[in-house]
């Protein structure tokens, strides 16, 4: 796997960079939207004082250590971020993202998405995994665009919000072993089953 922290990466529309302190008015305007945050574990963000906590705990901290995946998507036409896309660097390698409402439907994420997932296979990661809210259906369909497949449904107490919700669990393998499942959420969690595929996913939307 890559041991340099954060490689930018560049597509059709966007560039994928670090965070920077340059951006903490940029996070703000990313993380205060409470209906981008409706899916997401932590409350939305209020004031400049907030962002800047943010940046040095999600961002900054991340970027002192030897390698990570914590993308700010920008704009091409002014470098500005509107969203972003993590992996996390642990045994799930999970992918995360979030946009600025306004954004919303150009396919702005796939188009990120994509280009991370693209990184990773090249640098030698075997599988990723995403999680979203069973009412998050945009979500799902964006996890499917990107060619991952549908493992299983559990339920868990998500904090900090300290409320229950239903997730559906997805993988998607770069090696051969495509009977691998990443099992931890569904041995924490006391409730959890694999839903019928056909019934869930007739249809795919554009993010």
């Not at 961002?59 to 470098?79: F, I, M, Q, S």
């Not at 991370?116 to 995994?129: H, K």
């Not at 979500?139 to 559990?154: A, F, H, K």
């Amino acid at each position: 796997m890559r041991l340099n922290n954060t490689p930018v990466l560049e597509t059709e529309r966007l560039i994928l960079r670090k965070f920077t302190e340059n951006d903490i008015e940029a996070i703000l305007e990313i993380y205060k939207d409470p209906e981008v945050n409706t899916f997401l574990p932590w409350f939305p963000i209020e004031t400049m004082e907030e962002a800047k906590t943010l940046y040095e705990e999600a961002y900054a901290r991340e970027y002192r250590k030897p390698r990570g995946y914590r993308y700010a998507v920008c704009l091409k036409n002014d470098n500005v971020p509107v969203g972003y896309v993590h992996v996390s660097t642990d045994e799930s390698y999970d992918l995360g993202y979030g946009l600025r409402k306004e954004f919303w439907h150009k396919g702005i994420m796939t188009e990120a998405a994509e280009a991370v997932v693209r990184q990773l296979r090249e640098d030698g990661f075997s599988y990723i995994t995403a999680t979203h809210d069973v009412r998050n259906t945009h979500s799902g369909d964006l996890m499917r665009r990107l060619g991952m497949n549908y493992q299983y449904t559990y339920e868990e107490q998500w904090q900090p919000k300290d409320v229950p919700v239903t997730f559906r669990m997805y993988q998607l393998n770069f090696d051969n072993e495509s009977i691998r499942r990443f099992d931890r959420y569904w041995i924490l969690s006391e409730v959890h089953y694999v839903e019928d595929e056909s019934e869930l996913f007739a249809d795919v939307r554009n993010d």
